[in-house]
């Protein structure tokens, strides 16, 4: 029987840092663990199982974390409210009634700032990790599971996902991995059954979920695609980029010009459909960190619309990527790649040169694809994060109990 987990999450904004380790949380929990996830945001998190109770309507006038009730979401998965230190809502009061054991195992995610009243419980027993967002940048692997000392000279150790060996690994489910993009197919047919462009002959279709933030680009990569692909099927999920396609008068001329493009726009769907509707499309236009990570993992093509960091450095973290992932192609198709990647990411572009950069990835769509799921093998090949992070929990347990 494995040890208990505490997994603590705080939302910045988006999905993606709840997507994570919510994901997270479920993974560990079939490698063996109980998951006790705390999280600072219910109505998140709901968006990615409806099943959660949202009680974050109490949440502005409440004077301690412990009136927000815990949630048995499964057997092994609790969910608790927490207030990180560097939150404006933090104060002692907040943790006046803080009725709290640590679990031996703590996983904060990105740095996340647990407060005193939750490190003070703290031992030399306890394994601190702290889950780093990931990149592909070549630092990572010298950072991955370095360790600092912190207050009363407990250790804390810093662990990366990543696409290399020397690194945690990527985060996903490995029945993810296992589903056959058929029965994924049928699962996405089914869950959208109700929506009119949706029958049996969508799997005769170029099928293309468009999952971004707010961008320019998206215009030029819609005529690539419908130009390459005239039978073209979008799913665009309620959010930024869907929002940016409705208001966009091109775009829906677009669609005016070509009856036989179909959209299906939907409100977000549990995280595991979704999953099974990135396994089923033939083009995953993604963004931010779980659903990019993912993308890497279903074995077809798929776009990065990485999240916008100042001074440009999130396009460091892309060129890292596309060098990684492109390494081993012939250099035109990894120019090909590299800049429809790039052209995603820098829509200030000319329009005609971003148009020609797309309309030759999908030239090359059936090169890529051959890419993508060698890319895919490689990555499988490797394990995912839940079993990086098991292996050197278990490690540090066993020099834990040796120094006793
Ligand atoms: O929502 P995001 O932009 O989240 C981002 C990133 O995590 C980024 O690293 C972080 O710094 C920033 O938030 C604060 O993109 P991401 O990471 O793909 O997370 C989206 C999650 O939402 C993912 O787990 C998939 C899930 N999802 C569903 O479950 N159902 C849906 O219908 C949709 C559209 C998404």
């Known amino acids: 029987m494995k040890n208990s987990i505490d997994l603590f999450c705080t939302v910045i904004d988006n999905y993606g840092d709840a997507g994570v380790t919510y994901r997270l949380a479920q993974i560990m929990i079939k490698i063996g663990y109980t998951v006790n996830l705390f999280i600072d945001n219910f109505s998140v998190i709901k968006k990615l199982n409806t099943n959660i109770k949202d009680y974050s309507i109490n949440v502005q006038g409440i004077s301690s974390v412990q009136e927000i009730k815990e949630q048995q979401i499964s057997q092994k998965l609790t969910l608790r409210y927490w207030i990180p230190e560097d939150s404006t809502k933090y104060n002692e009061e907040a943790y006046r009634d803080f ?78 991995a296992k589903i056959t993009k058929n029965e994924a197919l049928c699962n996405t047919i089914n869950e959208f059954k109700n929506d009119i462009n949706i029958s049996e002959d969508i799997k005769k279709m170029f099928k293309v979920l ?16 419908i130009k390459n692909r005239p039978n073209s099927i979008f799913f665009l999920p309620k959010g930024k980029s869907t929002q940016y396609l409705e208001n966009n008068k091109i775009f829906n001329q677009l669609l005016k010009d070509h009856p036989t493009v179909k959209t ?29 990570a993912q993308a890497n993992i279903t074995g077809t093509p ?61 030239i090359k769509y059936q090169e890529i694809c051959t890419l993508s799921a060698k890319w895919s093998d490689h990555l499988l090949k490797m394990g995912n994060l839940g079993r990086q992070l098991d292996s050197f929990i278990q490690k540090t347990q066993n020099i834990l109990k040796v120094n006793k």
């Open 99 to 176: 009725s709290y054991t640590p679990s031996q195992i703590i996983i904060e995610t990105f740095q996340c700032k647990l407060p005193k009243e939750i490190t003070k419980t703290f031992t030399h027993n306890t394994v601190w990790i702290n889950l780093e967002y990931l990149s592909a940048e070549k630092w990572v692997e010298d950072c991955h599971k370095l360790q600092s000392f912190q207050i009363n000279n407990i250790k804390k150790y810093f662990f990366f996902p990543g696409f290399t060996a020397k690194t945690g690994c990527l985060n996903y489910d490995e029945n993810f």
């Open 210 to 225: 468009i999952f971004t933030y707010e961008n320019k680009a998206l215009i030029p990569l819609l005529r690539a695609i």
């Open 264 to 292: 299906v726009k939907f409100e977000m769907i549990n995280q595991e459909k979704f999953d099974d509707l990135m396994k089923a499309m033939d083009l995953n236009v993604v963004r931010g960190e779980d659903s990019f």
């Open 302 to 362: 798929f776009l990065w619309h990485i999240y916008p960091q100042d001074e440009d450095t999130h396009l460091i973290k892309l060129k890292a990527f596309t060098d990684i992932y492109a390494e081993n192609c012939t250099d035109e198709l990894r120019i090909t790649i590299e800049k429809a990647f790039f052209s995603l990411n820098q829509s200030d572009k000319e329009e005609k040169e971003t148009l020609s950069n797309f309309n030759n990835f999908m």
